[in-house]
C-alpha cells in the first residue's frame, strides 16, 4: 500500500489548522470565554426582543428597548441588595475575632475543636511557619490582585456591550452566514441552530428564574430565625444556585455554618431543614420542567454533564455544561436524520 505524497501534505496540514486553532483558543480564552457569556445573555433578552418586533417595533428600537430596562432592573437589584450586603458582610467581618476568641477559649457551638484538638494552636504554628498567604493559598503578589479585579471590571463592561450589539446585529449576522451555505446544507443548519437557540434561552432563562426563588426563599427563611446576615446569605444562595445540582447542596453547608455560629444548633436545625425541603423540590419540580422543557435531557445525563463541565473548567464549566450537552444532543439528533434520510435514498 503506497500513500502519495499528496495525502501526506494534506493530513499534515489539517495537523497543522488544527493546532492552530487549539493555539488561538487558548491564547483567547479570556475574550471567548466573555463572547460566550454574552451569547447567553443575549439569548434570554431575545424572545422578549422578538415580542416587540411581533408588535410593530423595529428590531433596533425593540432590542434597545429590552437592553434598557434589563439594566434598570439589574441596577435597581444592585442598588437595593449591595448596600445592605455590603453591611452585612462588614457586619460579619467584624463578628469573626468574637467567633475565633469563643474558638481560642473552647467556648460556643466549635469551642470542642480547640479542647480535643487544640486546633487554632496548629493554625497558629502553621501561620508562623508559612505566614497568612501559605496557609490559604494566596501567596501571590499584591499586583495579580489588582490585575485580575481590573480584568473583571473590564470583562463586565465588555460582555455588557457585547449583549448589546448581538441582540442588535444577531439575527442579521446569522442571515448573512446562513446566505454563504450551499442551498440543500442550509435547511439543516436552521434547524439546528434554531435548536440550539431554544435549548441555551430556555435555559439561561429558567435558571435565573430558579436562582432568584432559592435567593428570595432563603432571605425570607434567615430572617424567620432571626439571622443578621440574611440578605448577604441568600444572595449567596442565589449566586450558588446557579450551579445545576451542586450548587444548592454547597450553598446549604455554607449557610448552616454560618447560622450555627452566629445563632444555636436549634435554628442552624430548621435552616437545613428548609435547604432539605426546597432541594428536594427544586429537583424533583423545578428543574425537571425547565430542563426537560428546553433541553430535554435526563436526569443522568444533566448529573454526567455538570460533573464533566465542572471538572474541565469548575464552576463557569458546570455552570454551562446542561446547555452544551442540550447543543450537542440537537447536533447529534440532526446528524442520525441525515444519515437515515441518506440511506432512505440509496434504498
Keep these: 500500500m503506497t500513500v502519495r505524497p499528496r495525502t501526506v501534505l494534506s493530513v499534515l496540514l489539517i495537523a497543522l489548522i488544527v493546532g492552530l486553532g487549539f493555539m488561538l483558543v487558548l491564547l483567547a480564552w479570556r475574550v471567548l470565554t466573555w463572547i460566550f ?12 426582543v422578538e415580542q416587540l418586533e411581533r408588535r410593530g417595533l423595529g428590531r433596533g428600537l425593540a432590542a434597545s428597548a429590552v437592553f434598557l430596562v434589563a439594566l434598570l432592573l439589574v441596577s435597581a437589584l444592585g442598588f437595593l441588595v449591595i448596600p445592605p450586603v455590603v453591611n452585612q458582610v462588614t457586619d460579619f ?7 475565633v476568641d469563643d474558638l481560642t477559649a473552647g467556648r460556643g457551638p466549635f469551642g470542642w475543636l480547640q479542647e480535643r484538638y487544640q486546633i487554632v494552636d496548629r493554625i497558629q504554628d502553621a501561620i508562623e511557619r508559612q505566614g497568612v498567604g501559605g496557609i490559604l ?21 465588555t460582555v455588557i456591550f457585547l449583549t448589546y450589539f ?14 454563504l451555505l450551499p442551498d440543500d446544507v442550509r435547511p439543516r443548519i436552521e434547524r439546528v441552530g434554531g435548536e440550539i437557540y431554544r435549548t441555551i434561552s430556555g435555559y439561561v432563562t429558567g435558571n435565573l428564574v430558579i436562582s432568584l426563588i432559592a435567593g428570595v426563599l432563603a432571605t425570607i427563611v434567615l ?6 446576615f440574611a440578605i448577604a446569605l441568600g ?21 448552616t455554618t454560618v447560622v450555627f455560629i452566629e445563632t444555636d444548633w436549634i435554628r442552624a436545625v430548621i435552616v437545613i431543614g428548609f435547604f432539605i425541603a426546597y432541594q428536594q423540590f427544586e429537583n ?17 445525563v444533566v448529573l454526567c454533564a455538570v460533573l464533566i463541565g ?6 463557569f464549566g458546570a455552570l454551562l455544561a446542561i446547555p452544551v450537552a442540550g447543543s450537542l444532543l440537537a447536533v447529534a439528533r440532526e446528524l442520525i436524520a441525515y444519515r437515515k434520510e441518506i440511506g432512505a435514498r440509496t434504498l
Design 223 to 228: 430572617y424567620a430565625v432571626g439571622s443578621e
Design 166 to 179: 448581538m441582540l442588535l446585529e444577531g439575527p442579521r449576522t446569522i442571515s448573512t452566514v446562513l446566505e
Design 284 to 300: 424533583h419540580v423545578l428543574q425537571p420542567f425547565v430542563y426537560g422543557r428546553t433541553v430535554q435531557l435526563s436526569p443522568l
Design 93 to 99: 467581618v467584624n463578628a469573626v475575632p468574637g467567633f
Design 137 to 157: 493559598g494566596l501567596s501571590g503578589p499584591a499586583l495579580d490582585i489588582v490585575r485580575s479585579v481590573v480584568t473583571a471590571v473590564v470583562g463586565v463592561i
Design 310 to 315: 465542572a471538572q474541565l473548567a469548575g464552576m
Design 37 to 48: 457569556i454574552a451569547a447567553l445573555l443575549a439569548a434570554a433578552l431575545n424572545p422578549a
Design 235 to 255: 444572595l449567596l444562595v442565589a449566586i450558588l444556585d446557579l450551579i445545576p445540582l451542586a450548587g444548592a447542596t454547597i450553598a446549604a453547608i455554607v449557610v
